[in-house]
């Protein structure tokens, strides 16, 4: 059973930081990638920023140079910085990670339980 545990978020003004955690526990034999989704209301879900095992990252042309991801592979956490935060920026955060519970299991991917951030004057 693998478990995906969110923290941070919260309530931020206009051009503050906020850092997001996430941390995989349970039976893990690896993870490939981890990272976050948002969601605003009445907005398609948009994938915010990846990170894999070997440290390469993504991130959406919208949070490029202000949102940066990183990991501890050791401990099975991710965490997401973000700074100069805007309005825009607003929305339920939600981790994922790709993970096998096995060497010879099929890959799965496990969601933390959400964490709203909202930027806000």
């Known amino acids: 059973q693998v478990q995906l545990v969110e923290s941070g978020g919260g309530l931020v003004q206009p051009g503050g930081s906020l850092g997001l955690s996430c941390v995989a526990s349970?039976?893990?034999?690896?993870?490939?990638?981890m990272g976050w989704y948002r969601q605003a209301p009445g907005k398609q879900r948009e994938r915010v920023a990846v990170i894999t095992n070997d440290g390469s990252t993504d991130y959406a042309d919208s949070v490029k140079g202000r949102f940066t991801i990183s990991r501890d592979n050791a401990n099975n956490t991710a965490y997401l910085q973000m700074n100069n935060l805007k309005p825009e920026d607003t929305a339920v955060y939600s981790c994922?990670?790709?993970?096998?519970?096995?060497?010879?299991?099929?890959?799965?991917?496990?969601w933390g339980q959400g964490t709203q951030v909202t930027v806000s004057s």
């Open positions: 349970g039976s893990i034999f690896g993870i490939s990638v």
């Open positions: 994922f990670a790709n993970i096998r519970t096995s060497w010879r299991g099929n890959q799965y991917t496990y």
